[in-house]
């Protein structure tokens, strides 16, 4: 069953922003650390960032330290990534992830981010 | 951060067997990586595979395991089957962070 739902996803320009939203239907969100994966076309899994559960935590490879952000909303079910500064670099299938500590990692069907002039 | 290595590609047979494995540019793999699997289809999102080691996911075939095998994490299939053609991503945990290995495209011929 369909659990979570990226969405947000779409064409941009180089310098600009956008906002990926993954909503959770199981309605279990706070219960999870959550994460982003990137992939860029023909290639392999970057992680990009997490958060725990309360949000008090976050983390993010190096390469988008300062101009990606990784957040949620317990009370709404969902999890966001504001990506501002884009280069082509960026361009990649999103992946939102649920999981906890050496459990499962539950994976949404990701949304595609172009970053192209 | 710290690299993951991974065999960029590897052939079996059908019924033949396949080890994987993941290495860490720090040193040798351990529990404490909570190591985990993940096969990816084409056009498809990734899914777990295994995790923390050995555990395997509630769809995941009796013919996968996961093992540690010297300083290296280790997935085995043994009984090849066509439909185990697809690319499989090692993961590793290095305190909150983790980092993704560069994948096995495995061919099954």
């Known amino acids: 069953e369909v659990q979570l739902v990226e969405s947000g996803g779409g064409l941009v320009q180089p310098g600009g922003s956008l906002r990926l939203s993954c909503a959770d239907s199981?309605?279990?969100?706070?219960?999870?650390?959550m994460s982003w994966v990137r992939q860029a076309p023909g290639k392999g899994l970057e992680w990009v960032a997490n958060?725990?559960?309360?949000?008090?935590?976050?983390y993010y490879v190096d390469s988008v330290k300062g101009r990606l952000t990784i957040y949620r909303d317990n009370a709404m079910d969902s999890l966001y990534l504001q990506m501002n500064s884009l280069t082509a670099e960026d361009t990649a299938v999103y992946y939102c992830?649920?999981?906890?500590?050496?459990?499962?990692?539950?994976w949404g069907q990701g949304t595609l981010v172009t970053v192209s002039s | 951060q710290a690299v993951v290595t991974q065999e960029p590609s590897l052939t079996v047979s059908p019924g033949g067997t396949v080890t994987l494995t993941c290495g860490s540019s720090?040193?040798?793999?351990?529990?404490?990586?909570?190591p985990y699997w993940f096969q990816q289809k084409p056009g498809q999102a990734p899914r777990t595979l295994i995790y923390?080691?050995?555990n395997k996911d509630s769809w995941t075939p009796a013919r996968f395991s996961g093992s540690l095998l010297g300083a290296k994490a280790a997935l085995t299939l043994s009984g090849a089957q066509p439909e185990d053609e697809a690319d499989y991503y090692c993961?590793?945990?290095?305190?909150?962070?983790?980092?993704f290995g560069g994948g096995t495209k495995l061919t099954v011929l």
């Open positions: 992830v649920k999981y906890a500590t050496a459990m499962v990692w539950s």
């Open positions: 199981a309605f279990t969100i706070k219960n999870y650390w």
């Open positions: 958060i725990n559960e309360d949000g008090s935590e976050k």
């Open positions: 720090t040193g040798a793999v351990t529990s404490g990586h909570y």
């Open positions: 923390d080691t050995s």
């Open positions: 993961l590793l945990s290095y305190g909150a962070a983790v980092v």
